[in-house]
């Protein structure tokens, strides 16, 4: 049982240079949620999804953009990027809020912008 | 906003000591609360968890009790080993339930 693989695990970019992070549950999940982690600041959510064809912003989502096409994939858009978003992401999931179901995290996407 | 502190790492012990992290936050209403360990290059599991007030979240041999008059869920584990080494985070998820929010993480280093 994969939970929550994450693509790519390593990249590294220019700056103004865009791309995609892939992030694919087998859990049958509703939903889904984008992190990024930096030194000291534990994790911030940047875009979170709570079902197919749905996404909204979380605490910081300046400069990204996400796509929730299928229920498994969620993908977390970086159209220009710039130094300030060189970070760890993260990418989780879970069945609902109800019953405070935990959330279930990848393994993380280690992103440096030069 | 919500809000969750913790004390700052990193937290050095001996094998078989006693552990504390400190967690306190700030919400409105009930939140959940919840600790995450991430090991070394892995992404955060699920540690333990609390929904009410006055509940014990327990597993592996970690503790922590929801305290809602101090708002604190402190992490307590009566000895540790070198495999607890690790980065510990306090949550708590709002009540809509859609949003977590983490303190900055204590690292733990745990020597034979």
């Known amino acids: 049982n994969a939970g929550v693989t994450q693509t790519p695990k390593f990249r590294v970019l220019k700056t103004g240079q865009s791309m995609t992070l892939l992030c694919a549950q087998d859990m049958n999940h509703e939903y889904m949620y984008w992190y990024r982690q930096d030194p000291g600041m534990g994790l911030r959510l940047i875009h979170y999804?709570?079902?197919?064809?749905?996404?909204a912003k979380g605490e910081v989502p300046d400069g990204y953009n996400v796509s929730r096409l299928k229920k498994q994939n969620f993908l977390l858009g970086l159209e220009s990027a710039a130094p300030s978003q060189t970070s760890v992401y993260f990418c989780?999931?879970?069945?609902?809020?109800?019953?405070?179901?935990?959330?279930?995290f990848g393994d993380g996407t280690r992103l440096s912008i030069l | 906003g919500n809000s969750v502190t913790q004390m700052e790492g990193p937290v050095t012990l001996s094998e078989e000591a006693f552990l504390t992290i400190n967690c306190t936050y700030t919400a409105t209403g009930y939140p959940s609360l919840f600790w995450y360990v991430q090991y070394p290059g892995e992404g955060l599991q699920l540690l333990l968890k609390?929904?009410?007030?006055?509940d014990k979240g327990s597993n592996k041999g970690f503790e922590a009790t929801y305290r809602k008059e101090t708002t604190s869920f402190h992490l307590e584990k009566g000895s540790v080993q070198v495999s607890d080494s690790a980065v510990y985070f306090c949550?708590?998820?709002?009540?809509?339930?859609?949003?977590?929010?983490f303190g900055g993480g204590t690292r733990l280093m745990v020597k034979p």
């Open positions: 989780a999931s879970s069945y609902s809020y109800r019953d405070n179901q935990p959330q279930h």
């Open positions: 949550a708590l998820l709002n009540n809509a339930g859609n949003m977590l929010t």
């Open positions: 609390a929904t009410k007030a006055d």
């Open positions: 999804s709570v079902g197919e064809g749905t996404t």
